[in-house]
């Protein structure tokens, strides 16, 4: 008895350390971004995209998934990093809030894990423009940790133009 309450005490050691959140990571021209899991509604592959005329080129096009119309953004565009070209491995990253839904595309989705918050450092010298706006920090020396709220509420993404006929 004494043994199993010593055991449970330091697995609760363990984790008032610090903080972790889940996270999913994929790859975008063959560098690793991870994401906040809370904000991933659902992976999909990409398939039946319709192209949108008339929209910036980060804007892929749309899907309809399960009767719901999402626009898909190409990070790679976005955050000007080279394309690859669509494989088996493609998916699409259903992002959610109370604001918005989307979709983003990544080359391919390498798995889904807990992160130490500690473990994050505010950035790397070679994360600028556009990308350090949405940089939430970088884990290890290769991991760029992106802050999907910003995302989500950012007004540059959303297209809400209206022609005249």
Known sequence: MDRAKDLARENNDET???ESIGVVEFRLS???YAIESRYVREVLP???LTA???TPPYILGIINVRGQILSIIDLRVFFELPREAVTFATKILVLSSNEMELGIVADAVTGARSIQLE???AGLPTLTGIREIYLRG???DDLVFLDAAKLLADKQILVNE???E
């Open 16 to 18: 008032a350390e610090g």
């Open 30 to 32: 063959n560098e690793k």
């Open 46 to 48: 990409l398939k039946e």
């Open 52 to 54: 949108v005329p008339c």
């Open 119 to 121: 473990q994050m450092q």
């Open 138 to 140: 970088v884990v290890g």
């Open 162 to 164: 209206e022609v005249e």
